[in-house]
């Protein structure tokens, strides 16, 4: 079966420190892989999202940046975190079409100080 | 991408069905509708997904107006495991991007 690891679960920072957050997916293959946040009380705002090694499509320009340096590996990064980069983020993936489900992991809580 | 509208929040007790709405006036012909729910603190969950006909899962139905233009969640007997935050979404399926795009979801509250 597919699962999808995600880590750490949380995760404080202070400011202008760098980022990294990995989520990878086992029991798959050429999945679609998403990286979401969360700001407390909104919904979930896509932030990048990848259809292979090498290729991201970012929703919204920001401070982060996100590489899949292989099939199921998927990282989200940040030279300088700013205080607005706190939230809790969410590493998805889905096979390749729409008409199937996606599937998250547990989330990242960040809190940048 | 097409857009979804749902209401802010709703409300059930304990053991009744709940209809949750959602509105997609401008879905396209490849577009799926996709449901999912998150609890606090959690990822969100996948619950139902359909095209054209009504579908019907373990965890819940999902009812397509015939325009495609609407659609409802119902939950059959609501249980307090049920509060959560439910997403209408479209997804098109006629491309390998996929990509879901969540709005603001209903935040439905169940009361013992």
């Known amino acids: 079966s597919q699962t999808i690891h995600q880590w750490p679960a949380t995760l404080v920072q202070p400011v202008g420190s760098p980022l990294s957050l990995e989520c990878t997916v086992e029991g798959t293959s050429n999945p679609n892989l998403y990286w979401y946040r969360q700001a407390a009380g909104r919904g979930l705002q896509l932030l990048f999202y990848?259809?292979?090694?090498?290729?991201i499509s970012s929703e919204v320009p920001q401070n982060l940046s996100a590489s899949r340096p292989q099939d199921r590996q998927f990282i989200l990064s940040s030279k300088k975190l700013l205080l607005s980069d706190s939230g809790f983020y969410l590493c998805?993936?889905?096979?390749?079409?729409?008409?199937?489900?996606?599937?998250f992991g547990q989330g990242t809580r960040l809190t940048v100080v | 991408d097409a857009k979804t509208t749902q209401p802010n929040s709703m409300e059930s007790n304990e053991e009744e069905p709940v209809h949750l709405p959602c509105n997609h006036s401008t879905i396209s012909g490849t577009d799926y509708i996709h449901w999912y729910r998150q609890l606090p603190s959690q990822g969100p969950e996948y619950v139902i997904h359909g095209l054209t006909s009504n579908v019907n899962n373990r965890m819940a139905s999902l009812a397509i107006a015939e325009d495609r233009k609407s659609s409802t969640l119902i939950l059959h007997r609501a249980t307090l495991r049920d509060a959560a935050v439910y997403y209408c979404i479209l997804r098109d399926g006629g491309t390998s991007y996929g990509k879901l795009t969540f709005g603001q979801g209903t935040i439905l509250t169940v009361h013992p």
């Open positions: 990848s259809v292979g090694i090498g290729q």
């Open positions: 998805a993936w889905s096979a390749r079409l729409g008409n199937t489900e996606a599937f």
